[in-house]
């Protein structure tokens, strides 16, 4: 397990363990999502280098996805998204929903949460690129659950909403690429960065937690 290094850098957060000969910094923190217990989930991809995956600055050699503690202790759950994006929990928290926002494999990834804090293997939730469009620009980006499970995802021209079970519910089509999503107000409204625009939906449920 890897811990916080604090006096690594000033200019980035890293990540030292036992084996490293240096602390290396993190690609470009992006999501993330906080259990009951206050752990938090946090994807990190390339998107902020200069390059991205090819940036000369990358010190890791992945885009992972990681869990901390409340004490602090940050652990890798896993490196196998090459664009890890938007990341949640479902309500009962025994799922963690993970957005690959990667023109080869733009999924939605499915792990069962442990009760140690680690991860199972990934399920395919949701597969876009059957419906990618280019008069539906954007892959899943941001995504946010539900009080029932229902996933809520930035892409696609807007947002799309999905089932427990991966099937398209619906769309609310904005016309340009979006990226987060976020429940506010009473908990029924859910917001969506679109481009330039910023969207207000009114829903008939309420976010997870709310």
């Known amino acids: 397990m890897a811990t916080a290094a604090s006096s690594a850098s000033k200019t980035a957060p890293s990540l030292s363990s ?4 240096k602390a290396k910094k993190l ?3 992006n999501d993330c999502c906080i259990d009951k217990a206050g752990n938090i989930y946090f994807t990190d991809p390339p998107y902020g280098l200069e390059g991205t995956v090819d940036s000369k600055k990358k010190e890791l050699g992945f885009s992972g996805v990681y ?11 896993t490196k196998e998204y090459t664009y890890p994006n938007g990341v949640c929990l479902s309500p009962d928290e ?42 539906l620009p ?21 947002m ?24 506010g107000d009473d908990g029924s409204t859910i917001y969506i ?5 910023v969207v207000r939906v009114k829903t008939k449920t309420k976010g997870a937690g709310w």
């Open 193 to 197: 960065t679109s481009d330039y625009f």
């Open 94 to 135: 025994k799922t963690l929903y993970i957005a690959n926002t990667d023109d080869a494999l733009p999924i939605v990834g499915a792990h069962e949460l442990k009760a140690d804090g680690t991860i199972g293997p990934r399920k395919v939730f949701f597969d876009q690129k059957p419906l990618v469009n280019p008069k």
């Open 160 to 183: 799309v909403v999905l089932s427990p079970a991966g099937k398209v519910l619906g769309h609310v089509y904005t016309g340009e690429q979006s990226s987060n999503v976020a429940w």
């Open 67 to 77: 869990r901390v503690t409340p004490d602090g202790k940050i652990s890798l759950l």
């Open 27 to 29: 690609n470009s923190p």
């Open 18 to 21: 036992p084996t490293a000969s």
């Open 138 to 158: 954007g892959l899943c980006d941001g995504i946010k659950s539900d009080k029932d499970g229902n996933i809520f995802a930035g892409g696609l021209g807007g």
